[in-house]
């Protein structure tokens, strides 16, 4: 009986022992349920914050990429205005460039041209100062001879009071007479019996004498006549013509065969001049 009794306390003890192993577990599971809860839950939270967190930083980053993408648009179209602006004022500067440059050739072929000019314009006042000094030593030279040729012209003594005069015995000393400047010169040819004007005058042949070179000839001024009678050739002929009575001078220095003679008209600068045909 007494073997009985100690066998059902002895499973009693191991079941309590199970028990309380069981409850001990039980317990300390529930408390690391608990605390794994607790974790969880705020685990949970701070994702629940974090999910908000990125909601709005979501949010901002939308509203700055619009905001980024307005001043994206502005500086976009500020830009656009400035190249515009870049790419006019460009043209206008190489327009610019392109008429300075067009100017500079201008003023580089002007340039030439003057200096060409300059130099053509030197060589012409070389040429003329060339030319000036010949003509200076061609004048002097001409002086020289007239006053040689003048110095060896014959004085004569005319029919009238004796006065005397530089006479031409030719065509080349008549005209050295001329370039002389002081008296006019007419030449005249008269054959016999022709009365011919001369000058102011008119003259008339009545004789020639070739083998004595003598002539008589017949002067008609101011309505008066002068008869020049058996005259020499070289001699001077004077008379007085003209409303102030001036000397004029008949000079023959060629008697032909032919009756004819050849010589000159002297008249005083202040004398009449002929009046010209038509007028």
């Known amino acids: 009986m007494g073997e009985l009794d100690e066998t059902p ?78 790419d006019t004022r460009a043209t206008e500067l190489q ?60 004085s004569m003594r005319g029919d009238l009071d004796g006065h005397s005069t530089l006479i031409a015995r030719n065509a080349q000393e008549l005209e050295v007479l001329k370039h002389k400047g002081d008296r006019n010169y007419y030449e005249f040819t008269l054959q016999k019996g022709q009365k011919k004007p001369v000058g102011t005058v008119s003259l008339e042949l009545k004789k020639v004498d070739p083998k004595k070179s003598r002539y008589t000839l017949t002067v008609y001024a101011d309505d008066k006549q002068y008869e020049k009678k058996d005259k020499n050739l070289n001699e001077p002929l004077q008379f007085y013509a003209g409303k102030d009575p001036m000397l004029f001078e008949i000079v023959v220095n060629s008697v032909s065969a032919k009756n004819t003679v050849s010589g000159y008209l002297s008249t005083p600068k202040g004398a009449p001049a002929p009046v010209a045909a038509g007028q």
Do not use: F, H, M
């Open 9 to 86: 306390r002895t499973y009693s003890g191991a079941l309590l022992g199970a028990i309380a192993v069981a409850l001990a577990v039980g317990i300390g599971g529930l408390i690391w349920s608990y605390t794994l809860n607790g974790k969880l839950t705020t685990q949970q939270q701070e994702l629940a914050d974090s999910k908000a967190a990125n909601v709005k930083l979501a949010a901002e980053l939308r509203e700055t990429d619009e905001r980024l993408n307005v001043a994206t648009d502005e500086l976009k179209t500020s830009l656009g205005l400035t190249q515009k602006q870049l």
């Open 95 to 154: 327009a610019r460039e392109q008429k300075v440059e067009a100017s500079a050739t201008r003023l580089a072929t002007q340039q030439q041209q003057t200096a060409t000019q300059v130099a053509a314009v030197s060589t012409a006042v070389s040429d003329v100062k060339t030319d000036v000094g010949g003509v200076k030593t061609d004048v002097a030279k001409t002086q020289n001879d007239l006053a040689n040729t003048i110095s060896q012209l014959t």
